[in-house]
């Protein structure tokens, strides 16, 4: 196994060089922490009238305890991590007096947020096409380390199957038309549109998975077969390097049970299964086409854990702790590792169990190279606290920086 790990948090989005191209109203950089609002309100299809409405439980909750409405929102900056917390407080605190209204209530606020923010940064995902970070998944591809990232978004598997390229040459023989109900053959099942094939990338297992056969941005041909079925192909085996996403992502999903349907949904009209109610699905939605994201007429729930003082309870969540052995891969990739890169990660004093896991990581591991990209002196000693490193570090401090410089010592660059 490579001996090189990569620790990457949201200032890795943070590049001087990234451009959205899918948008150009959209702000060129991903928005996050305090500013989040802030630069979200900044583009276009956020900021209409239609999306207001659908965003007006939670305004009017930031309203109630903040006394900030969207206005201020948008010109100012707003604590998204306390936000989130007290969301969390009063569900658990609703939950322990049965309080059922408050409960649902407290859920479809949570739940419009957290699609928010997913839905933002799924518009963003053309961040990946020409910036530092199509040079960092470069350098993913061609190092195959163990990556462990706290972002939600795509933006590095995007850049990775850039660098891995198209895989024209075990295209499926005969294309589908929209709409075709027909059963996924293994041919099919195999294939993927490139050379990295994303459902193979993340260490786990999902129960549904979408298989990636190049359609995956067309929404009538999104295909998905059992992850049964999909991982009993020899060809479809986990890959040995991966991607460790701690907080979720924005492409994981879960089926929400009927007591949780936010207010604005009808409950469907068949019952979900036992089994379906803990599984796990790798999709693809498109936000823009339905009010909220669904597979198989039923609704689901985008798998994240948003930011929380306290992220216990969120772990105690069997859905989450499906999730939980990404944390027990994360720290026995961090014990073993030689060599340590942290980019845009700056160990926020509130996340006590991604510094947990670093402490006994490191506790009886020497490491003999620690690069960190982050231009904040806090960061960097908090890394070499938490890590015992004694040396000095080599240090860039962005992206643009680091890419090109460590690159170079690979003899490539694009």
């Known amino acids: 196994m490579n001996n090189t790990v990569y620790v990457l948090g ?38 209409n009238e239609s999306y207001t409405k659908k965003m007006e439980q939670v305004y009017a909750y930031i309203k109630t305890y903040w006394k900030i409405d969207k206005h201020k929102l948008a010109t100012s900056d707003f604590d998204l991590e306390e936000c989130f917390t007290l969301l969390e407080s009063q569900y658990i605190e609703a939950k322990h007096a049965s309080d059922n209204e408050s409960i649902r209530n407290l859920f479809t606020i949570q739940f419009r947020l957290k699609r928010f923010l997913a839905e933002i940064l799924s518009s963003q995902e053309g961040i990946d096409t020409q910036s530092a970070m199509r040079g960092l998944g470069q350098i993913i591809w061609e190092e195959r380390p163990i990556v462990i990232t706290f972002n939600y978004d795509c933006f590095l598997e995007r850049s990775i199957e850039y660098a891995s390229h198209l895989n024209p040459s075990r295209r499926p023989t005969k294309e589908r038309k929209p709409y075709d109900k027909r059963k996924l053959t293994e041919e099919e099942l195999k294939y993927s549109h490139w050379n990295w094939n994303r459902p193979l990338g993340y260490s786990i297992k999902f129960d549904e998975v979408m298989v990636h056969d190049g359609f995956i941005h067309h929404h009538l041909l999104r295909r998905y077969e059992s992850g049964e079925r999909f991982y009993s192909l020899r060809r479809n085996k986990l890959y040995s ?19 949780l349907f936010p207010q604005m949904m009808d409950v469907p009209k068949q019952t979900l299964s036992r089994k379906k109610k803990s599984h796990i699905i790798l999709g693809q939605p498109d936000w823009s086409w339905k009010e909220y994201p669904e597979r198989n007429g039923w609704p689901i729930d985008p798998i994240l854990i948003p930011p929380l003082l306290h992220k216990d309870e969120q ?26 890169i942290i980019i845009g990660y700056s160990f926020p004093s509130t996340d006590f169990l991604t510094k947990k896991m670093f402490l006994e990581a490191f506790s009886n591991n020497n490491l003999e190279e620690l690069i960190i990209v982050n231009d904040s002196e806090l960061a960097i000693n908090s890394a070499k606290r938490l890590c015992h490193f004694d040396h000095d570090p080599e240090t860039f401090k962005n992206l643009d920086g680091f890419v090109p410089g460590y690159a170079g010592r690979l003899n490539w660059y694009i």
């Open 315 to 340: 772990f105690r969540d069997p859905i989450y702790q499906k999730l939980f052995p990404l944390w027990k891969s994360a720290k026995a990739a961090l014990s073993s590792c030689k060599r340590l």
């Open 241 to 259: 390097w991966y991607i460790l996403k701690l907080h979720g992502s924005i492409n994981w999903f879960r089926y929400i049970p009927e007591d």
């Open 10 to 47: 949201a200032g890795a989005n943070r590049a001087e060089t990234m451009t959205n191209f899918q948008d150009v109203s959209s702000p060129s950089k991903a928005p996050l922490g305090s500013k989040f609002f802030l630069e979200a309100l900044k583009m276009a299809k956020f900021n």
